[in-house]
């Protein structure tokens, strides 16, 4: 097997979108000939499904390259083999080898994981280089593995690759994946893993590539259960929107843990003092007490009309059949409908006793005869109407959360006035995880086959109780960074945190190489870790390049406005960060100056509708998990004193940079990020 030059991976080039038009052209006759084939009509119906699913995928392939690298195999099961690597797989001819493999594919693993000390059967892999716009193949860089050569981080393709401006939403990383990323991605389906990841590491791209890689795999199972993905914000979503398309998967569910939970619009709003106790572990238990004391104990025989005819149930049968279904521990719903069933039980052996045929017709006209006594026992009820019932009466409460709550707290979540009903309650996003709470002791929901959970050290106990329960036979990922934790209830380690996800035995990993974020920034960045009280290695950066440049200023508005018009001098994004409040007047100041700005609402960079600024106004608070080329910070002093865990989130802020930071101040730095000062050698 010989090498090849430039101008041959050129043609290749060329041949490989033949073939990805052929199989485009393809998989749309498929669609023609399946509505023919198919031999009844739900067969023909899921069949046009999956061959549209599959043309529409085909046909929206991203105009990116087709492949990004190549194996050279000199021995084992694949000796003489040449395969290239890429996002999809290419089909070649019939009887063919395919052009391109699939970067999920068993053999593509060899990719991530080769090295000098350990080739496995590799000769020589081979990087290849792209400019964009169009799509175009400069050149490549070959490893000799088996001659003991390695570029490592001398390999200039991937390190311009990791280092290319950051226009648009979240791209792939299939052609950079380190082996400690690629072990994550490849995990296997029914392992939950929790990856602590610092800012830049790409515990992100990890997890929606491990969701790509599940759904590959495991097809058949994940189509019948789904995958699931939840970030903190739609922001974020929007901003990772792009990256499962471009590697062929559309069919995940993505959304936020509030959107997940709510049964309606959410209209209210609490307090921290109300929040922080509603998302408390605590309020599962007043919650199971406040729904199972609905279930009263009968007072009396139960007498059932049939005919002229009445069939008697003894009160300590009664009595028997609540209390046997109280004890069973199943869904309220279920131990509903178990009193129903035995209770018609009992009359049905007292009817076949006396000789009568209890059939389909008069075991349902009994069912409705004990409806009434049912009603008493065990009523059903709706868990909007429990959390209700909780929070608008002191009394309720007070039995309910004995030994539980404190009076302080008690108070703290009762509505100052109660609605007429629930049916007019202005419920909050605390509300909702209440209300869920009480719905999953009513039925259990349906659980997805892998939950991967983003930013997931911000979720509180009971947000992790609600994910539980929708992972309770499938598997979760869990990704996140203590250090970044800026609600009242951040995770302060992973151990309780997994434990109320329903998987305490995950495994937990720690990523501490940025190759995101330069060098500058994560050494300021790693200052403030001491002063947040979060047990987290410190990061270290792949990158040498990036710049940092922190500034006092009379005037900020001034100071941004310049700023970011030197940033509109480089290629790539630009974010201007500050505290909620100052960010509005700081954006006016720019749109005066005649700098088109965006926001977070606007639509996302390559939609339909988005707008063509490269600027972008983005809340302090809306900051998590977002990346620009070029971040101007504006006072941190401000985004510290916004919030309890302010200095959490000013180190979001400080590290959301993957090129270049200015921080811009008048007022003094917080002392946690000011370098060490160096001790006078002389003494003076």
């Not at 989130?649 to 270049?660: G, M």
Request: contains cysteine.
């Amino acid at each position: 097997m010989t090498g090849t030059g430039l101008d041959d991976e050129r043609a290749y080039l060329a041949e490989c979108r033949t073939a990805l038009l052929r199989m485009i052209d393809g998989a749309r006759l498929n669609v023609v000939i399946g509505e023919r084939v198919a031999g009844d009509r739900y067969s023909a119906e899921r069949l046009g499904r999956h061959l549209k699913s599959l043309a529409k995928e085909l046909s929206e392939e991203p105009d990116g390259p087709p492949f990004f690298g190549r194996l050279d195999f000199g021995s084992g099961e694949h000796r003489g083999q040449r395969y290239y690597i890429g996002r999809r797989h290419v089909s070649g001819d019939t009887g063919q080898q395919p052009m391109v493999i699939d970067w999920r594919a068993p053999v593509s693993r060899v990719f991530y994981r080769a090295s000098a000390r350990d080739p496995q059967d590799i000769t020589v892999r081979r990087r290849f280089g792209w400019s964009k716009e169009p799509i175009t193949l400069t050149g490549f860089e070959d490893e000799h593995l088996d001659r003991g050569q390695e570029l490592g981080t001398a390999s200039r393709i991937m390190t311009a690759e990791i280092e290319r401006p950051r226009v648009g939403p979240m791209r792939d990383i299939v052609a950079t994946i380190q082996p400690e990323q690629d072990e994550l991605v490849r995990a296997e389906l029914d392992e939950s893993i929790c990856v602590q990841g610092a800012p830049g590491t790409g515990k992100t791209a990890v997890g929606l590539h491990r969701a790509a890689y599940l759904l590959y795999t495991h097809r058949r199972r994940l189509s019948r259960t789904g995958v699931l993905i939840l970030g903190p914000n739609q922001a974020f979503l929007g901003y990772i929107s792009a990256v499962l398309p471009a590697l062929g998967e559309v069919d995940v569910e993505q959304t936020t843990v509030d959107r997940l939970l709510a049964r309606g619009p959410l209209q209210g709003a609490d307090g921290e003092e109300a929040a922080v106790v509603k998302h408390d572990v605590r309020m599962a238990a007043v919650l199971r007490r406040a729904l199972y004391e609905r279930v009263g104990a009968p007072t009396g025989p139960l007498s059932v009309p049939d005919g002229s005819y009445h069939w008697r149930v003894r009160e300590e049968e009664l009595r028997s059949i609540v209390e046997g279904a109280r004890r069973e521990a199943t869904p309220y719903g279920v131990g509903r409908e178990r009193v129903l069933s035995r209770t018609v039980a009992v009359l049905q052996r007292q009817a076949e006793a006396r000789g009568q045929t209890a059939n389909a017709v008069w075991t349902r006209k009994m069912s409705r005869a004990v409806t009434g006594f049912l009603d008493e026992v065990w009523p059903a009820v709706r868990p909007q109407e429990v959390v209700a019932g909780l929070l608008g009466d002191p009394v309720a409460l007070a039995r309910a959360a004995e030994g539980i709550l404190t009076p302080g707290e008690q108070s703290a979540i009762l509505w100052a006035r109660p609605p007429r009903s629930f049916k007019s309650a202005r419920w909050s996003a605390a509300d909702a995880v209440l209300i869920d709470e009480v719905a999953g002791l009513l039925e259990r929901p349906p659980s997805y086959g892998h939950v991967i959970v983003d930013e997931a050290q911000d979720l509180s106990a009971m947000q992790c109780r609600a994910i539980a329960r929708r992972s309770e036979h499938g598997s979760i990922t869990v990704l996140g960074d203590l250090a970044q934790g800026t609600t009242p209830w951040a995770a302060g380690g992973w151990s309780d945190h997994l434990a109320h996800l329903g998987k305490p035995r995950a495994e937990l990993i720690a990523l501490t190489v940025g190759f995101r974020v330069p060098a500058a920034v994560v050494a300021m960045a790693n200052r403030l870790l001491e002063a947040l009280a979060a047990d987290v290695p410190r990061t270290r950066s792949f990158r040498t390049d990036g710049r940092l440049r922190v500034r006092e200023t009379p005037d900020l508005a001034d100071a941004v406005v310049a700023a970011v018009r030197d940033a509109l001098d480089h290629e790539g994004s630009i974010a201007v960060m500050a505290a909620d409040g100052t960010l509005e007047k700081l954006t006016a100041a720019m749109r005066d100056r005649g700098i088109a700005v965006a926001t977070l609402d606007d639509p996302a960079p390559g939609s339909a509708h988005a707008t063509a600024a490269r600027v972008t106004a983005v809340p302090a608070t809306m900051a998590k998990g977002l990346e620009y080329d070029h971040v101007v910070v504006a006072e941190p002093a401000e985004i510290v004193e916004a919030e309890t865990r302010g200095l959490n989130r000013l180190y979001v802020v400080l590290t959301r940079a993957v090129s270049r930071l200015d921080v811009l101040h008048s007022r003094p730095l917080p002392v946690q990020i000011l370098p060490p000062v160096e001790a006078n050698p002389t003494g003076t």
